[in-house]
């Protein structure tokens, strides 16, 4: 998430600590990383929406589809809470969202 991390921490992948307003959070484990570092160090891309670092990113596409982090509609929705209007697609993404909601 384009969120600032609300203490002194180091970046996780370069472990400078300047430039806060430069770091990103990784929506499972909160560590936090320069958005350049980001994903160079192979967090998922930073678009804006939730964040997931290298380490989080490989738990959540052990435990779901191996295009997670593509799952465009699946990301709009956590992001958003968008759901489009078919209601198959709703299905899916109802039941991904628990999937993850629930894989803390
Ligand atoms: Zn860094
Ligand atoms: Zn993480």
Redesign the pocket.
């Known amino acids: 998430m384009m969120s600032y991390p609300k203490d002194d921490r180091p970046c996780t992948s370069c472990g400078v600590g300047d430039h806060h307003d430069w770091m990103v959070l ?1 929506d ?2 909160n ?1 936090c990383y320069h958005r350049i570092c980001a994903e160079v160090s192979g967090g998922s891309k930073v678009h804006g929406g939730p964040w ?2 290298k ?2 990113k490989g738990e959540l596409t052990l435990q779901g589809p191996p295009d997670i982090m593509q799952d465009w509609p699946f990301i709009d929705h956590m992001w958003t809470g968008y759901l489009p209007k078919d209601p198959a697609e709703v299905d899916r993404i109802k039941s991904l969202a628990l999937h993850y909601r629930t894989a803390d």
Do not use: A, L, Q, V
Request: with cysteine; glycine share 0%; aromatic share 12%.
């Open positions: 990784c499972k484990c560590d997931f670092c380490k989080c």
